[in-house]
């Protein structure tokens, strides 16, 4: 059974960065779709990114610009990096996995693999 654990989330500035990683284990991390989603409170959960086994990137449009999805297969590890930050950004975050299929889906209804969320907050 796949398992995800998110890291690297806390406070920071309006106008800096943020680096996500999320490790898995229990699968075939180099086969999987890895995407991040988000959660601001009161809101649903939506997409950001996702990146294919084979590093194929695929970036929400709303996140266009500033936000890179990366993965590292030999370390079981995906990234999130999101740069410009703004307190909009504000909310629990979460990587997910799926089986590779030909392509990654940019549904979160399509991913049975979650972490555990790691918060995020943006002062000004």
């Known amino acids: 059974q796949v398992q995800l654990v998110e890291s690297g989330g806390g406070s920071v500035q309006a106008g800096g960065s943020l680096r996500l990683s999320c490790t898995a284990s229990?699968?075939?991390?180099?086969?999987?779709?890895m995407a991040w989603f988000r959660q601001a409170p009161g809101k649903e959960r939506v997409g950001i990114a996702r990146i294919s086994p084979e590093g194929y990137t695929y970036v929400f449009e709303s996140f266009l610009g500033r936000v890179t999805i990366s993965r590292d297969n030999a370390k079981n590890v995906a990234y999130l990096q999101m740069d410009s930050v703004t307190p909009e950004d504000t909310a629990v975050y979460y990587c997910?996995?799926?089986?590779?299929?030909?392509?990654?889906?940019?549904?979160?209804?399509?991913?049975?693999?979650w972490g555990q969320g790691t918060q995020v907050t943006v002062s000004s």
């Open positions: 229990g699968g075939s991390f180099d086969t999987d779709c």
């Open positions: 997910a996995a799926n089986e590779y299929v030909g392509y990654c889906s940019a549904l979160k209804e399509r991913y049975p693999y």
